[in-house]
């Protein structure tokens, strides 16, 4: 079993960058995928970005390409999103998940964090 907990979350403005934190617990992390989703007040959860097991490997929702950055640590059982140019579209809580597949959908992931805020004003 894998527990989550995200952090870094907050308030910033058009074009700033926050960086996410997602600590993991469970000595299976590193066999885990790990990924990154978003749901803003009155939308679905979206998929941000992932990445493999080990690392190697990540991937990246359209609209986050070229400004957002996903890295793992397995050493430190910690997964981040780094977040540049941000917008106010951005605005959303953010959560990480783990499954035990390479993928986007929601549905695949079963561990989840409780999930960040991120605010950004424009």
């Known amino acids: 079993q894998v527990q989550l907990v995200e952090s870094g979350g907050g308030l910033v403005q058009t074009g700033g960058s926050l960086r996410l934190s997602c600590a993991a617990s469970?000595?299976?992390?590193?066999?885990?995928?790990m990924g990154w989703f978003r749901q803003a007040p009155g939308k679905e959860r979206e998929f941000v970005a992932r990445?493999?097991?080990?690392?190697?490997?990540?991937g990246y929702a359209d609209f986050v390409k070229g400004r957002f950055t996903i890295s793992r640590s397995n050493n430190e059982n910690m997964v981040y999103l780094q977040m540049n140019s941000l917008l106010p579209e951005d605005t959303a809580v953010y959560f990480c998940?783990?499954?035990?597949?390479?993928?986007?959908?929601?549905?695949?992931?079963?561990?989840w964090g409780q999930g960040t805020q991120v605010t950004v004003s424009s």
């Open positions: 998940a783990a499954t035990s597949v390479y993928s986007i959908l929601s549905t695949s992931y079963v561990y």
């Open positions: 990445i493999s097991a080990s690392g190697g490997t990540t």
């Open positions: 469970g000595r299976t992390f590193s066999s885990y995928g």
